[in-house]
């Protein structure tokens, strides 16, 4: 049964700093892979989405890495700021079924 | 830039009452999701749907639940005899292919 685990569960961190969140799968046989942002009481919105043969994704300030042979994936943020303070959850597709499964998430807090 | 829309925002209901929970998918994407977030815990898959029919459920997903697009535009999640249980905010999502795009969600309070 596939288990989606987020390290840390919670980080704070200085404006400008660069950061890492981490997500570990524990079957690597997924399809893709998608980072979102959670902000409080609000929706889930879609950041990056790696397909499983692909390394990296970027978008902006953000880049999705993807190990699946060890069933990881890291989100580095470059440059923090205010504004990126949010959950961050990460959620895997296995196979050919489409349903998500969720990691827990890391809370930033990105101070001024 | 097209988005999930979901009303209402906050459902207060009693238990044993039926609820409707509705969203408007983003229009020409063919596959539409519901999952449900528990305080404090994981995003939890419910049921996905494509081509006017359920292409799989979780065991959250019984008989208590069902899915339905009546106009070709709305998808509802119905709870019919609501627990205190089922309290948890409510996403549909809907997806072109791949990506998934979520709405804001709805707060189900049960009392």
């Known amino acids: 049964k596939q288990e989606v685990t987020q390290i840390p569960a919670a980080l704070s961190v200085p404006e400008g700093e660069n950061l890492v969140l981490n997500c570990s799968f524990t079957?690597?046989?997924?399809?893709?892979l998608q980072w979102f942002r959670q902000d409080p009481g609000k929706g889930l919105t879609s950041l990056l989405l790696?397909?499983?043969s692909q390394r990296e994704q970027t978008s902006g300030r953000l880049n999705a890495s993807l190990d699946k042979s060890s069933g990881r994936s890291t989100l580095y943020i470059a440059a923090s700021q205010p504004g990126d303070s949010a959950t961050y959850l990460c959620?895997?597709?296995?196979?050919?079924?489409?349903?998500?499964?969720w990691g827990l998430g890391t809370s930033l807090a990105v101070n001024p | 830039e097209p988005e999930v829309t979901q009303t209402p925002s906050h459902q207060v209901t009693q238990m044993g009452q039926e609820v409707i929970l509705r969203c408007v998918p983003i229009?020409?994407?063919?596959?539409f999701y519901w999952y449900r977030q528990i305080l404090g815990q994981k995003v939890e898959f419910l049921v996905s749907?494509?081509?006017?029919?359920?292409?799989?459920k979780s065991e959250i997903f019984d008989d208590q639940f069902s899915v339905e697009r009546p106009d070709g535009s709305n998808f509802t999640l119905k709870i019919r005899s609501t627990k205190l249980e089922d309290s948890a905010m409510y996403f549909c999502?809907?997806?072109?292919?791949?990506?998934?795009?979520f709405g804001p969600g709805t707060r189900l309070t049960v009392l």
């Open positions: 999502a809907s997806s072109p292919l791949d990506t998934q795009y």
């Open positions: 229009s020409n994407h063919l596959y």
């Open positions: 749907f494509y081509n006017n029919e359920i292409s799989e």
């Open positions: 079957d690597s046989a997924i399809y893709n």
């Open positions: 790696i397909q499983s």
């Open positions: 959620a895997v597709r296995a196979g050919n079924n489409r349903k998500l499964i």
